[in-house]
């Protein structure tokens, strides 16, 4: 019931008829500019927030350069807690894992958390090839999945899509899977809740197995950490009866201290709050209380390869708020599909090239130049991403994977232009001919590049012209 990234054109593509959708680009600016001020005014409260910022990169640093010793650490926490750990390497293992504790319970159907690892590694897709129904419980995931749609934000999936839309949605597909919504149903927010809190409930009390994520994982405890914003989170933590988390391995944090940082940067970086209103902690099993079985899958799926990038690890810091999305203006103008991952914006064109590699895939490797440099990604990061200089040093990386074989037209652009530069004489020619130039290339050559942006005209004179004219010299 959930669509796919998979064969999603590059992002220039992709933008390009994204630009082209009005009703799309009217939701992404109420939706952003909303939560943008709510963000700044949660913000501007604290008097140490930079001080804050510094603290939750220290740790998160602290925890990628020792990750082997903190990780051994929560397995053992969480197998003296009664969880069984497992370790997978990539997408197809995590979901196998999953797949197979479902089936050793005869479900035919699982209830999820929200999770950004679950998406990344397509788990819907991968249980129902298995003959499983995985059930997004989360609002926003929730109207995602009816509409056969695609996640367009790390915290808001839904976000391009308006009340009305919703409201068609629900009366349209609700009634195909479940619960259908009530006749009556208007585009009123309380009314669309009170008809997503009536289809799920029955999931919630039929469902023997439950997939989450998690926010946090505390070494020393055991501990796993998840956040949310509706409680829907917290029935599936609590009634069925086994529950399989999949955790990214940079989630570790080592000790409870350390949560008391994150959970002041992550509510008034994502949603504009003070303060989550559900966070929801679970250490194994507790006998009569809550899942009687509980897998915790540990997951590596591109992670070490981008711990090993010195300059692109920092990404690993990401605490999924995404406050650099709210505040970039090229994802404001073309949404979260134009990405092509469930990591869009600022730290998706950072996160997915890193995890997956320069030169592997034309799509990912068009993300690092999604961007303007502006800067206001770093400033709005609560960990201190700094995404400009690691998109700068990924596009360096993608032109030295496409090195050998025939160039292509930048290429070629660039290296007559690094000649001319270096020669005084061959520079005073191209002077000369700028004019007549650019007014050809205006039409053929250059095209391609003004059609998203503008070619300026020629200045009157050369510099060498001007400076001769002013100083009388040559």
């Not at 750990?85 to 197979?100: I, Q």
């Not at 949404?335 to 034309?362: E, K």
Request: aromatic letters at 4%; proline letters at 5%.
């Amino acid at each position: 019931m959930t669509g796919t990234f998979l064969g999603m054109p590059p992002f220039p593509e992709a933008a390009r008829r994204a630009l082209e959708d009005g009703t799309l680009r009217a939701n992404l600016d109420h939706a952003t500019s909303t939560i943008r001020a709510k963000r700044d005014a949660v913000v501007a409260e604290v008097e140490d927030w930079e001080e804050l910022r510094l603290a939750g990169a220290a740790i998160k640093d602290d925890v990628l350069l020792r990750l082997d010793e903190h990780l051994l650490t929560l397995e053992t926490s969480l197998r003296a807690a009664g969880a069984v750990v497992h370790w997978a390497r990539d997408a197809d293992e995590a979901c196998r894992v999953v797949a197979e504790v479902a089936k050793a319970h005869g479900a035919h159907e699982v209830v999820k958390v929200k999770s950004m690892a679950t998406q990344e590694i397509g788990l819907n897709e991968a249980l129902a090839a298995e003959g499983i129904d995985a059930w997004e419980t989360d609002l926003a995931e929730l109207i995602v999945q009816l509409g056969d749609d695609l996640p367009s934000h790390i915290l808001v999936p839904a976000i391009h899509r308006n009340r009305s839309e919703v409201r068609d949605l629900f009366r349209s597909a609700m009634g195909e899977s479940g619960v259908p919504a009530p006749d009556d149903l208007t585009d009123d927010p309380a009314r669309l809740a009170e008809a997503a809190r009536l289809h799920l409930r029955e999931k919630f009390l039929r469902a023997k197995v439950a997939v989450s994520g998690a926010n946090f994982a505390v070494a020393d405890t055991g501990t796993l950490v998840v956040v949310e914003s509706e409680g829907n989170g917290r029935m599936c933590l609590t009634l069925p009866e086994v529950l399989v988390s999949v955790v990214g391995v940079e989630k570790v944090v080592p000790s409870w201290q350390d949560l008391e940082v994150f959970f002041q940067l992550l509510p008034r970086s994502s949603t504009g709050e003070r303060m989550n209103p559900y966070t929801s902690t679970w250490t194994g099993i507790h006998t009569g209380d809550g899942p009687q079985e509980v897998h915790v899958v540990l997951l590596d799926n591109g992670r070490t390869r981008a711990l090993a990038d010195e300059v692109g690890r920092q990404a690993l810091r990401c605490i999924r708020c995404s406050a650099c999305l709210n505040v970039c203006p090229v994802y404001e103008r073309t949404g979260g599909h134009a990405y092509g991952s469930v990591y869009p914006g600022p730290i998706g064109a950072i996160l997915n090239p890193l995890l997956v590699g320069p030169g592997a895939d034309r799509q990912v490797d068009s993300l690092p130049y999604a961007s303007t440099l502006c800067g206001a990604c770093y400033e709005a990061c609560p960990v201190r991403i700094d995404i400009p200089s690691v998109l700068v040093d990924l596009r360096a990386q993608v032109v030295d994977a496409h090195r050998g074989g025939l160039p292509g037209p930048e290429a070629v652009a660039m290296k007559a232009a690094s000649r001319v530069l270096a020669s005084g004489r061959l520079l005073a020619l191209a002077e000369r001919l700028t004019t007549p130039v650019l007014r050809i290339a205006r039409y053929v050559g250059a095209s391609a590049w003004t059609r998203g942006r503008e070619l300026p005209a020629a200045p009157a004179e050369t510099f060498r012209t001007w400076w001769r004219r002013k100083e009388g010299t040559s």
